[in-house]
């Protein structure tokens, strides 16, 4: 069973402060990078995929991987109320059966104080 | 739109009793369908995906099954509940390919509490 460990477990930042998540995969295999976040007592919803080395911006979120370290971070800028919630990246091998399993790591909470 | 309905909202069960859970997705056809677990506050453990009716892959044992009966429905059921199987029970639904380079859908969960 392959882990996925995130970083920190939890996290305070102030209302308009920036949050930065990390996530790190132990195994090469694992190619496809997704970010999920899930708020008290509802299902997890997709933020982001990241495939590519390098960085991806959707609004006020940024995502960073590095293949050759198997390292994602989430960076939340101007974050708000709204963003306290569980974080989850997720991997997945992208060969023929294995492209169904998806992974998840062991999350990060993040509490935004108003 | 596509929309996914799980059932019950939450179940209080007797350790030793069956159990039949269930999720429904209108809206789209031939989606691949998934069940997760998830204890309170932890990491999300799958645990059957189904690429299409009557075929169900086991991704842990845990002592539970899942079948798909008809093309945008997914049940997750045992004949005997342990202590171990409270917790929170998501399905999802993606697009055929997989779950790699497709968004999961997930629906609103049943909270189950096995005493």
């Known amino acids: 069973q392959q882990k996925v460990q995130q970083s920190p477990e939890s996290l305070s930042v102030p209302e308009g402060g920036m949050a930065s998540l990390n996530c790190t995969s132990s195994d090469r295999n694992f190619q496809y990078f997704w970010w999920y976040r899930q708020h008290s007592g509802e299902g997890p919803k997709a933020l982001m995929?990241?495939?590519?080395?390098g960085d991806k911006k959707e609004g006020r979120f940024t995502a960073h991987l590095n293949k050759a370290s198997l390292h994602v971070s989430l960076h939340i800028r101007d974050s708000q109320p709204s963003d306290s919630a569980l974080y989850f990246c997720?991997?997945?091998?992208?060969?023929?059966?294995?492209?169904?399993?998806?992974?998840f790591g062991t999350g990060t909470s993040l509490l935004v104080d108003p | 739109a596509q929309t996914i309905h799980q059932w019950p909202v939450a179940e209080i069960k007797a350790v030793g009793s069956p159990l039949s859970l269930g999720c429904t997705i209108k809206?789209?056809?031939?989606?691949?369908l998934y069940w997760y677990w998830q204890a309170t506050g932890g990491t999300l453990q799958q645990l059957f995906y189904?690429?299409?009716?009557?075929?169900v892959e086991s991704v842990v044992q845990l002592n539970l099954s899942a079948s798909r009966p008809k093309d945008d429905q997914f049940i997750l059921s045992t004949e005997k509940l342990l202590l171990s199987h409270s917790g929170f029970y998501l399905c999802?639904?993606?697009?055929?390919?997989?779950?790699?380079?497709?968004?999961?859908?997930f629906g609103a969960g049943t909270r189950l509490s096995v005493l």
């Open positions: 999802a639904w993606s697009l055929s390919g997989g779950a790699s380079q497709n968004t999961l859908y």
């Open positions: 809206g789209k056809s031939s989606p691949n």
């Open positions: 997720a991997v997945s091998e992208p060969s023929s059966n294995m492209g169904y399993k998806l992974t």
């Open positions: 995929s990241i495939f590519s080395d």
């Open positions: 189904s690429i299409t009716v009557g075929q």
